[in-house]
């Protein structure tokens, strides 16, 4: 098994961009939750994952073809389902991008893990080829939720889980869904609560939505299904700002909160617009220089795009420019996500203009936004209204 030590060649520097990120997606499930539209595949019998490995790898080396030479500040295993991979296939795979590109010597490698016992076993195994941050799918701890939710855990395994991602790993996150049905403030308060006792340094917090396509939209849209209604959910979102806070975990985007210095690095690159290569059945890029940025997309049925990598090297069924003007509105979109906000002159040297100076005094006027020293950032206030704001301001 490969040794932590030996994976990576350091490189020379770090650079104060938004850096670099490479993400790979292993779209495999034991069961397809209800409400996720996620690219997650369940099938009968196990995949070939040394297959499927060989053609994430000869991914990684055409998207490295595209790449200028590159310092990758975060590696991030995501799906689907991750942790079903052994970790020698996930020692493979890093060891590739270690080939290609230098290597941050405080790089930060992700690994996407549902807690159950068996993939739970795994973890020392995941650790020692490298991985050092591990993101739990907890979604609820009551156990009723966890049924209707689809999940396969109990609130014990979970907890179990926990436990042993804090003995194994430095750093370590878990995702939680609320508005659930008939979820009360007091009921979430006390469950919060109890997750936020475990120790993690960040956490990810999603309000239930009905996505299309899911079986949780055929509900919904027969009536058999009710989630809180705009104003309830404000009031549980408000009661998770609150917890969060109490126990140092500020938001710092709109759905995820930290310790200070404990953000998700990867996810960071996304939200600031940095760089990133996107591997496997799928998943989406960011690639280029400068003010030239290709968007890219990989074919999201996992055996097709395993056919199409074994034959072309790559299962690439996007790969454009992204002209100034659509630069402009994805590094608005992404960046007041951010509680730091964005830059405004990083905005005008993509896009070639300012925004409207009315528009922004406005909303401020409103509250919604702040406006000092050459950045705007959303309010708390403003936060449950990011859609509309981002949309105000591009108008």
């Known amino acids: 098994?490969?040794?932590?030590?030996?994976?990576?060649?350091?490189?020379?520097?770090?650079?104060?961009?938004?850096?670099?990120?490479?993400?790979?997606?292993?779209?495999?499930?034991?069961?397809?939750?209800?409400?996720?539209?996620?690219?997650?595949?369940?099938?009968?019998?196990?995949?070939?994952?040394?297959?499927?490995?060989?053609?994430?790898?000869?991914?990684?080396?055409?998207?490295?073809?595209?790449?200028?030479?590159?310092?990758?500040?975060?590696?991030?295993?995501?799906?689907?389902?991750?942790?079903?991979?052994s970790p020698s296939t996930v020692a493979a795979i890093l060891d590739r991008i270690a080939?290609?590109?230098?290597?941050?010597?405080?790089?930060?490698?992700?690994?996407?893990?549902?807690?159950?016992?068996?993939?739970?076993?795994?973890?020392?195994?995941?650790?020692?080829?490298?991985?050092?941050?591990?993101?739990?799918?907890?979604?609820?701890?009551?156990?009723?939720?966890?049924?209707?939710?689809?999940?396969?855990?109990?609130?014990?395994?979970?907890?179990?889980?926990?436990?042993i991602a804090r003995d194994d790993f430095p750093r370590i996150s878990f995702d939680l869904i609320y508005a659930r049905p008939d979820q009360t403030p007091h009921a979430w308060r006390n469950e919060l609560e109890r997750a936020l006792q475990?120790?993690?340094?960040?956490?990810?917090?999603?309000?239930?939505t009905i996505e299309p396509e899911t079986p949780f939209e055929a509900l919904f849209r027969k009536g058999m299904l009710r989630i809180p209604n705009s104003d309830e959910g404000r009031v549980l979102w408000d009661?998770?700002?609150?917890?969060?806070?109490?126990?140092?975990?500020?938001?710092?985007?709109?759905?995820n909160h930290a310790k200070r210095g404990a953000e998700c690095r990867h996810n960071l690159i996304y939200w600031r617009y940095g760089e990133y290569v996107g591997v496997g059945p799928g998943a989406h890029g960011r690639v280029g220089t400068g003010n030239q940025r290709r968007a890219?997309?990989?074919?999201?049925?996992?055996?097709?795009?395993?056919?199409?990598?074994?034959?072309?090297?790559?299962?690439?069924?996007?790969?454009?420019?992204?002209?100034?003007s659509e630069q402009a509105d994805e590094f608005l979109l992404m960046g007041l996500r951010l509680r730091e906000g964005i830059e405004l002159g990083r905005y005008t040297?993509?896009?070639?203009h300012v925004l409207d100076p009315a528009r922004i005094a406005s909303l401020v006027e409103d509250g919604l936004i702040e406006s000092q020293d050459g950045r705007v950032r959303v309010t708390a206030v403003g936060f449950p209204l990011l859609d509309s704001i981002v949309a105000d301001l591009v108008t």
């Open 1 to 85: 098994m490969t040794n932590a030590a030996t994976l990576v060649r350091i490189a020379e520097t770090d650079t104060d961009s938004p850096g670099f990120g490479i993400y790979v997606h292993w779209p495999f499930c034991l069961s397809k939750c209800p409400y996720c539209d996620f690219n997650s595949h369940v099938r009968h019998e196990k995949p070939n994952e040394t297959r499927f490995a060989a053609a994430i790898s000869a991914e990684l080396e055409h998207a490295a073809e595209m790449t200028d030479q590159k310092t990758v500040n975060s590696i991030f295993f995501g799906g689907g389902t991750p942790s079903l991979m």
């Open 99 to 163: 080939r290609h590109w230098s290597i941050a010597p405080n790089i930060e490698i992700t690994l996407e893990a549902n807690p159950t016992s068996v993939e739970a076993a795994r973890f020392r195994g995941y650790r020692e080829v490298g991985v050092n941050r591990v993101s739990l799918g907890v979604q609820s701890l009551d156990n009723d939720s966890l049924k209707f939710l689809g999940r396969l855990h109990s609130a014990e395994e979970a907890l179990k889980a926990i436990a």
């Open 198 to 208: 475990q120790g993690a340094e960040h956490i990810s917090v999603y309000q239930l």
């Open 239 to 255: 009661v998770t700002q609150e917890i969060c806070a109490a126990h140092g975990l500020p938001a710092y985007e709109v759905s």
């Open 296 to 324: 890219t997309a990989t074919e999201r049925q996992p055996e097709k795009w395993l056919a199409l990598v074994e034959r072309n090297g790559h299962g690439l069924t996007l790969n454009e420019s992204v002209t100034p």
């Open 349 to 352: 040297k993509l896009s070639h």
